[in-house]
């Protein structure tokens, strides 16, 4: 079968950051009507090429050619003119307008300017019928569910002439029936001859909708493949460069072991967040939470974490009752919190890697007795070394890092206090298999070393694969406490989830 | 107060979008007010009481529609006051002065305002700076070169100011305002037209929704968020120009803290600091809610005029709280 001519081919493209090349003579082809996987590590270079192509960066080296001829892009503007448009995984729309104009604005439809809100809304209304969306046009943006939003800035990016479509992470907060809603929009917009340049961690979805898929490591060009020609194993070690043993060392958790209980949590509530539960958590455990979003999960952290305010119950530290009024006093006891929501609530995107790392050891200490610079840097060459973060530069600003490694700071940033119970809350969202393997190989030796870990994620695997004890939650509540022995699969935490009783 | 709001919410129609709800409370008050005035004092209730609302207001009501697509985007603009005594200075002085004609010491005064604007919008936007600081430090120069003028008050005689000022525009039936009145809503009208049927007034919109999502949708940000900011140095001009009206005077101590009561009418009138979220009728009732507040005081004859920021302080506060509980469903 004859190759069509490519809409889009970048050859030898380079892009550098003070002291990161990001990418290094990168080749990369999109064809008329096909989806394409981008493939890679965090930090291998997806998004710097993303913003390569979509003209917020400009380029170092190589050229860029759309229908075989050379192109320059000033900005993001001329990029869309030119056909590229981008959907990005945070919805990138106004929220306070309606859903009409987020699709129109900036190109409505107008007579002696004056905008003609009666065909803006008739186009719009039109559009999304086409992507088989049935929504109120005239409603604010913010009143429909990110799903919908999702699909908003999919229909704005196609309502012009769009002939590449590129869509960055746009499934990571949907759900299995969003995510097909959003696969039968790619699967007619590839009928219309969109070339759609796609990019998710989720390996499943990959090989459900891509044809072919280009993979990067360290900001080079691995190859291009075509998805049924590439088992999911082998792209996974093109990807990460290494054989897969280091994922499958893991294996199973070893049984739970009877350490002595160190948190207990006694008919501990809120109301509206999450109904009174009891759960105990014992050093040298970890003690999974698994449920749907929105099921409680993040809550129970909270209050174990004294964010928020528990309207009944208790909680007792290692025997004693334990007022955790404050993060400061759960600190004081030696619990620390890794927040769900890493880039507003835990980083500090201007602070060097250095200082994100110290900023919870050196707010226990109070600010009058600052962390001398000697300490500080043996403290952060420790973690730096110990977690592998990349690059491994202490006085790199933390906003230069990819999402996994910045996962990682944020995580030597607890560990640095030596907590007794850590919790983490989707610690793995987000970031590439790589960083993924080494985070969750990070929290079984920490339990091994006698910490104790709540383990948040709705990835039904990953919770299984690493705790003694799964809980899990549904509608606000926690329903079950599963020993995860032989007997516990995900099909019967599944069904757990599903049923809202113990199976 | 904060307890009558949300009852006030569940007694609205199902069918009011919740963006209109805080423009409907201005609404509400300001009908209120009207009727309690009217209840409470011989001689309120009479069409010329509100008129005389807008005729005394009439400046400020064109500063804040300026100020009112400052905000939309999410900023703030605090120089509107000393650039409006810096129009009525400079308009005093070339007049009186130097015997310029009124046409062109109008197209002036509005050209410096607009150019103030232009300036203050690029300096926030090039070098990113807040724009409270810069519109602070536009504050403080425009105010300083009303001195280099003149330190006292300079009269106007110009034959033209003079009859614009003392002009009634007939409605009938006994009642009259000002052509600065008629200027104000003329202003008011164009500004709504513009925020609602025109790309720039949508532009404005969604750049206070989110800028960064604008700049990613295309939408030219720079040139809107320059623009809300010439529009608002404009705007103070012209207010300058009608106070020269009102007052027939140039004075660097006129308008001291105009920018507040300005700041205070928009956000009374519903729209939303953090930009966005906000109509320019709001505005028009938020104004006018501070002036029948200074009508009522002045009806009430004991109590002093500070009474009106006490009123307008607790005002504030009530809708701030508004505002607050709006965006807080909404999250």
Not at chain 1, 263 to 289: D, H, Q, S
Not at chain 2, 9 to 20: E, F, N, Q, S
Not at chain 2, 47 to 62: E, M, R, T
Not at chain 2, 231 to 236: A, D, K, L, M, Q
């Given at each position: 079968?004859?190759?069509?001519?490519?809409?889009?081919?970048?050859?030898?493209?380079?892009?550098?950051?003070?002291?990161?090349?990001?990418?290094?003579?990168?080749?990369?082809?999109?064809?008329?009507?096909?989806?394409?996987?981008?493939?890679?590590?965090?930090?291998?270079?997806?998004?710097?090429?993303?913003?390569?192509?979509?003209?917020?960066?400009?380029?170092?080296?190589?050229?860029?050619?759309?229908?075989?001829?050379?192109?320059?892009?000033?900005?993001?503007?001329?990029?869309?003119?030119?056909?590229?448009?981008?959907?990005?995984?945070?919805?990138?729309?106004?929220?306070?307008?309606?859903?009409?104009?987020?699709?129109?604005?900036?190109?409505?439809?107008?007579?002696?300017?004056?905008?003609?809100?009666?065909?803006?809304?008739?186009?719009?209304?039109?559009?999304?019928?086409?992507?088989?969306?049935?929504?109120?046009?005239?409603?604010?943006?913010?009143?429909?569910?990110?799903?919908?939003?999702?699909?908003?800035?999919?229909?704005?990016?196609?309502?012009?002439?769009?002939?590449?479509?590129?869509?960055?992470?746009?499934?990571?907060?949907?759900?299995?029936?969003?995510?097909?809603?959003?696969?039968?929009?790619?699967?007619?917009?590839?009928?219309?001859?969109?070339?759609?340049?796609?990019?998710?961690?989720?390996?499943?979805?990959?090989?459900?909708?891509?044809?072919?898929?280009?993979?990067?490591?360290?900001?080079?060009?691995?190859?291009?493949?075509?998805?049924?020609?590439?088992?999911?194993?082998?792209?996974?070690?093109?990807?990460?460069?290494?054989?897969?043993?280091?994922?499958?060392?893991?294996?199973?958790?070893?049984?739970?072991?009877?350490?002595?209980?160190?948190?207990?949590?006694?008919?501990?509530?809120?109301?509206?967040?999450?109904?009174?539960?009891?759960?105990?958590?014992?050093?040298?455990?970890?003690?999974?939470?698994?449920?749907?979003?929105?099921?409680?999960?993040?809550?129970?952290?909270?209050?174990?974490?004294?964010?928020?305010?528990?309207?009944?119950?208790?909680?007792?530290?290692?025997?004693?009752?334990?007022?955790?009024?404050?993060?400061?006093?759960?600190?004081?006891?030696?619990?620390?919190?890794?927040?769900?929501?890493?880039?507003?609530?835990?980083?500090?995107?201007?602070?060097?890697?250095?200082?994100?790392?110290?900023?919870?050891?050196?707010?226990?200490?109070?600010?009058?007795?600052?962390?001398?610079?000697?300490?500080?840097?043996?403290?952060?060459?420790?973690?730096?070394?110990?977690?592998?973060?990349?690059?491994?530069?202490?006085?790199?600003?933390?906003?230069?890092?990819?999402?996994?490694?910045?996962?990682?700071?944020?995580?030597?940033?607890?560990?640095?206090?030596?907590?007794?119970?850590?919790?983490?809350?989707?610690?793995?969202?987000?970031?590439?298999?790589?960083?993924?393997?080494?985070?969750?190989?990070?929290?079984?030796?920490?339990?091994?070393?006698?910490?104790?870990?709540?383990?948040?994620?709705?990835?039904?695997?990953?919770?299984?694969?690493?705790?003694?004890?799964?809980?899990?939650?549904?509608?606000?509540?926690?329903?079950?406490?599963?020993?995860?022995?032989?007997?516990?699969?995900?099909?019967?935490?599944?069904?757990?989830?599903?049923?809202?009783?113990?199976? | 107060?904060?307890?009558?709001?949300?009852?006030?919410?569940?007694?609205?129609?199902?069918?009011?979008?919740?963006?209109?709800?805080?423009?409907?409370?201005?609404?509400?008050?300001?009908?209120?007010?009207?009727?309690?005035?009217g209840l409470r004092y011989r001689g309120f209730a009479d069409g010329q009481v509100v008129l005389n609302v807008f005729v005394d207001n009439a400046f400020l009501l064109v500063v804040a529609v300026g100020m009112t697509f400052v905000i939309l985007t999410g900023g703030i603009d605090l120089s509107v006051g000393s650039v409006v005594a810096l129009s009525t200075m400079i308009s005093a002085t070339l007049l009186t002065g130097h015997g310029w004609p009124a046409p062109a010491v109008i197209v002036l005064v509005l050209a410096i305002g607009a150019a103030l604007g232009l300036a203050m919008g690029a300096i926030i936007h090039h070098f990113e700076i807040q724009p409270f600081i810069v519109t602070l430090a536009g504050m403080f120069l425009a105010r300083g070169l009303c001195y280099t003028i003149g330190t006292e008050s300079i009269p106007i005689t110009d034959g033209t100011f003079t009859a614009l000022a003392q002009t009634k525009v007939r409605l009938g039936g006994g009642l009259w305002v000002s052509p600065s009145v008629v200027v104000?809503?003329?202003?008011?009208?164009?500004?709504?037209?513009?925020?609602?049927?025109?790309?720039?007034?949508?532009?404005?919109?969604?750049?206070?929704?989110?800028?960064?999502?604008?700049?990613?949708?295309?939408?030219?940000?720079?040139?809107?968020?320059?623009?809300?900011?010439?529009?608002?140095?404009?705007?103070?001009?012209?207010?300058?120009?009608?106070?020269?009206?009102?007052?027939?005077?140039?004075?660097?101590?006129?308008?001291?803290?105009?920018?507040?009561?300005?700041?205070?009418?928009?956000?009374?009138?519903?729209?939303?600091?953090?930009?966005?979220?906000?109509?320019?009728?709001?505005?028009?009732?938020?104004?006018?809610?501070?002036?029948?507040?200074?009508?009522?005081?002045?009806?009430?004859?004991?109590?002093?005029?500070?009474?009106?920021?006490?009123?307008?302080?607790?005002?504030?506060?009530?809708?701030?709280?508004?505002?607050?509980?709006?965006?807080?469903?909404?999250?």
């Amino acid at each position: 079968m004859a190759v069509p001519p490519p809409i889009l081919r970048i050859s030898g493209i380079g892009k550098e950051f003070p002291g990161v090349k990001a990418l290094d003579g990168v080749d990369f082809r999109l064809l008329p009507g096909e989806v394409h996987a981008l493939m890679g590590e965090n930090g291998a270079g997806k998004s710097t090429l993303i913003k390569v192509l979509t003209g917020v960066y400009g380029i170092d080296a190589g050229e860029i050619e759309l229908d075989g001829r050379p192109v320059a892009f000033s900005g993001p503007q001329a990029a869309r003119q030119a056909g590229i448009s981008t959907v990005y995984q945070e919805v990138n729309l106004c929220a306070n307008l309606s859903v009409a104009e987020n699709i129109f604005i900036g190109r409505e439809p107008r007579r002696f300017g004056r905008i003609r809100w009666k065909e803006v809304r008739r186009r719009a209304a039109e559009l999304l019928a086409g992507l088989d969306l049935d929504v109120d046009v005239t409603l604010p943006l913010s009143s429909y569910s990110l799903a919908v939003q999702q699909m908003v800035a999919i229909a704005r990016a196609v309502a012009v002439e769009a002939r590449v479509l590129i869509l960055d992470e746009p499934t990571s907060s949907l759900d299995a029936s969003e995510v097909a809603q959003l696969f039968r929009v790619m699967r007619r917009l590839k009928e219309q001859g969109i070339a759609i340049l796609f990019v998710s961690h989720f390996l499943d979805q990959i090989y459900e909708i891509s044809d072919r898929m280009t993979i990067l490591r360290n900001g080079r060009l691995v190859g291009e493949y075509a998805t049924a020609e590439l088992s999911q194993v082998e792209l996974v070690a093109k990807m990460i460069g290494r054989e897969l043993a280091d994922l499958e060392e893991l294996g199973a958790r070893p049984p739970a072991r009877g350490g002595a209980p160190l948190v207990e949590a006694r008919e501990l509530g809120r109301p509206g967040a999450i109904e009174p539960f009891t759960l105990t958590i014992r050093e040298g455990e970890v003690v999974g939470l698994a449920g749907l979003l929105g099921s409680g999960r993040t809550e129970i952290a909270r209050l174990l974490f004294g964010a928020d305010h528990a309207g009944t119950g208790s909680v007792s530290v290692a025997g004693r009752t334990a007022g955790l009024r404050t993060p400061r006093a759960a600190m004081g006891h030696g619990i620390a919190f890794c927040s769900e929501n890493r880039r507003a609530e835990g980083l500090v995107p201007g602070l060097t890697v250095r200082e994100n790392l110290i900023l919870a050891l050196q707010a226990a200490r109070g600010w009058a007795r600052p962390l001398p610079r000697r300490r500080q840097d043996e403290l952060v060459a420790k973690y730096v070394a110990a977690l592998n973060i990349r690059p491994a530069d202490p006085e790199q600003l933390i906003g230069n890092l990819s999402g996994g490694n910045q996962q990682k700071v944020l995580l030597a940033r607890w560990l640095i206090l030596e907590p007794r119970l850590l919790i983490l809350d989707e610690p793995t969202r987000g970031i590439d298999v790589g960083a993924k393997a080494e985070i969750q190989r990070l929290v079984a030796e920490l339990s091994d070393g006698g910490m104790a870990v709540l383990y948040i994620s709705a990835e039904l695997e990953e919770v299984l694969r690493l705790s003694h004890k799964v809980g899990v939650l549904r509608d606000r509540r926690l329903v079950a406490e599963l020993e995860n022995d032989a007997g516990l699969t995900t099909e019967v935490l599944m069904e757990t989830i599903a049923s809202g009783a113990r199976s | 107060m904060s307890a009558a709001l949300p009852a006030g919410r569940r007694g609205l129609p199902r069918k009011v979008p919740r963006k209109y709800v805080p423009v409907l409370v201005t609404a509400g008050l300001f009908a209120a007010m009207l009727v309690a005035g009217g209840l409470r004092y011989r001689g309120f209730a009479d069409g010329q009481v509100v008129l005389n609302v807008f005729v005394d207001n009439a400046f400020l009501l064109v500063v804040a529609v300026g100020m009112t697509f400052v905000i939309l985007t999410g900023g703030i603009d605090l120089s509107v006051g000393s650039v409006v005594a810096l129009s009525t200075m400079i308009s005093a002085t070339l007049l009186t002065g130097h015997g310029w004609p009124a046409p062109a010491v109008i197209v002036l005064v509005l050209a410096i305002g607009a150019a103030l604007g232009l300036a203050m919008g690029a300096i926030i936007h090039h070098f990113e700076i807040q724009p409270f600081i810069v519109t602070l430090a536009g504050m403080f120069l425009a105010r300083g070169l009303c001195y280099t003028i003149g330190t006292e008050s300079i009269p106007i005689t110009d034959g033209t100011f003079t009859a614009l000022a003392q002009t009634k525009v007939r409605l009938g039936g006994g009642l009259w305002v000002s052509p600065s009145v008629v200027v104000a809503l003329v202003v008011v009208l164009a500004a709504a037209y513009v925020l609602h049927h025109t790309r720039l007034g949508r532009d404005v919109y969604a750049v206070g929704g989110g800028e960064q999502s604008a700049l990613l949708m295309g939408l030219p940000v720079a040139r809107t968020k320059i623009a809300v900011y010439t529009i608002s140095g404009f705007c103070s001009a012209l207010g300058g120009v009608l106070l020269s009206f009102y007052m027939l005077s140039g004075y660097g101590l006129h308008a001291v803290g105009m920018e507040l009561d300005a700041i205070a009418a928009v956000v009374i009138g519903g729209t939303l600091l953090t930009g966005g979220s906000g109509y320019l009728l709001g505005t028009v009732l938020g104004v006018l809610v501070l002036g029948l507040i200074q009508t009522i005081i002045s009806f009430e004859g004991t109590l002093s005029s500070w009474w009106t920021k006490i009123f307008i302080g607790l005002l504030l506060f009530a809708f701030i709280l508004l505002q607050r509980l709006i965006s807080a469903r909404r999250g």
